[in-house]
């Protein structure tokens, strides 16, 4: 089992940028776990924005935010990073970080079911 907490959300207006950290702890080393950022908005449904590899190698990102979220992960902190550049109204949402083991270290778990542990997660609102 992990936990996840997440950080860094915030009011912020269109253009602007924000920073999502997740701290993970678990029995198990941080690098057993494909991770993802899945948001949710109210009325509609998740949407997982980006997904990374066990070992920080791969990447996905859904395409309405390609080229403005760059996830991350440094596994000596045991923490998964969300940047986002250039933010939309339609960003405005509740970002969760989620984690699933993973048996290879390449693979990244696209599919928001496929993830096991949520965190809390962290509140990002746009203004127009």
């Known amino acids: 089992q992990v936990q996840l907490a997440e950080s860094g959300g915030g009011l912020v207006q269109a253009g602007g940028s924000l920073r999502l950290s997740c701290a993970a702890s678990s029995a198990r080393t941080f690098s057993t776990y494909a991770m993802g950022w899945i948001r949710q908005a109210p009325g509609k449904e998740r949407e997982l924005v980006a997904a990374i590899s066990r070992n920080g190698g791969n990447t996905h990102y859904d395409d309405s935010v390609k080229g403005r979220f760059t996830i991350s992960r440094d596994n000596a902190k045991n923490t998964l990073y969300l940047q986002i550049h250039t933010l939309k109204p339609e960003d405005t949402a509740r970002y969760h970080c989620?984690?699933?083991?993973?048996?290879?270290?390449?693979?990244?778990?696209?599919?928001?079911?496929?993830?096991?542990?949520w965190g809390q997660g962290t509140q990002v609102s746009v203004s127009a």
């Open positions: 989620a984690a699933t083991i993973a048996r290879l270290p390449h693979v990244v778990v696209i599919t928001e079911g496929d993830y096991d542990y």
